[in-house]
């Protein structure tokens, strides 16, 4: 796992996105066409608007995402597929995209709807972030597998993972929270060819450190990403402050 730090926010994800934009030209340029799979967290939306601006053919790509609330709708505030589509797919218009439906009325059938569509699209980037508990998606540290057979599941989100929405302005309390969301698994994310990691904010900065320095534990669920063949991890100032890295 490569580490790169910034001075601010914005400059990070402008030099996320030229890492990601290199992956998905290469991949049109070998293949006709790219599977990009993207994070939608708050943390991600200065990435998703730099990415916009770097030349690439969208029309030939098709896009996943990682993870969505069970039981909201796609107008909640919340929702991911209304944080993506307001922020990016509106925007580029890819040729394809494949969101997980957190209303879904049967769970199962939905799980399986979004794997046979998953493994038909092998990623060629993913575009990740990491939780203050260190999780990637929804792998909170007591529900991350890293031999998880599955590739999408329904997971109780812990209590940390729940304060961190509220505290980012996703939700008005904590009780408003879901208790349970969809995740793509851990072993699904590290099958995608390459991984760009972007990470902002001092609230993030004992997660950074663990990930760089800890031990490989589902306790800290990214420190998994050390393993990985291609992955770069983009930090601002705040989220590498406790790691010595620069």
């Not at 200065?46 to 995402?65: C, P, S, V």
């Not at 998953?118 to 203050?132: H, L, M, Q, S, T």
């Not at 760009?196 to 990214?222: F, L, N, R, W």
């Amino acid at each position: 796992m490569k580490i790169r730090v910034f001075d601010e926010a914005r400059e990070m994800a402008d030099e996320a996105a030229n890492f990601v934009s290199k992956k998905i030209k290469d991949a049109i340029r070998e293949k006709g066409n790219a599977n990009i799979l993207l994070a939608t967290a708050g943390s991600q939306l200065l990435f998703l608007e730099a990415i916009q601006n770097k030349g690439i053919d969208w029309q030939k790509t098709t896009i996943f995402h990682l993870d969505e609330y069970k039981g909201i709708s796609e107008q909640h505030a919340a929702s991911f597929r209304k944080i993506l589509k307001e922020h990016i797919l509106n925007k580029i218009n890819p040729g394809a995209f494949y969101l997980i439906r957190g209303d879904a009325t049967n769970c199962e059938k939905e799980i399986a709807r979004y794997e046979k569509l998953f493994k038909a699209y092998p990623i060629d980037v993913a575009c990740i972030g990491i939780g203050e508990n260190g999780h990637i998606a929804f792998n909170d540290p007591h529900v991350a597998d890293f031999n998880d057979p599955k590739t999408l599941k329904v997971v109780e989100l812990d209590e940390t993972c729940r304060q961190q929405q509220v505290g980012e302005g996703w939700f008005s309390s904590f009780a408003d929270v879901p208790r349970e969301a969809f995740t793509l698994t851990i072993p699904a994310i590290l099958q995608s060819k390459s991984i760009s990691c972007v990470v902002s904010g001092s609230q993030k900065a004992d997660a950074v450190y663990k990930t760089i320095h800890g031990e490989i534990s589902t306790s800290c669920p990214a420190s998994i990403l050390r393993t990985h063949s291609d992955t770069i991890l983009f930090l601002d100032a705040g989220s590498a402050s406790k790691s010595n890295v620069d």
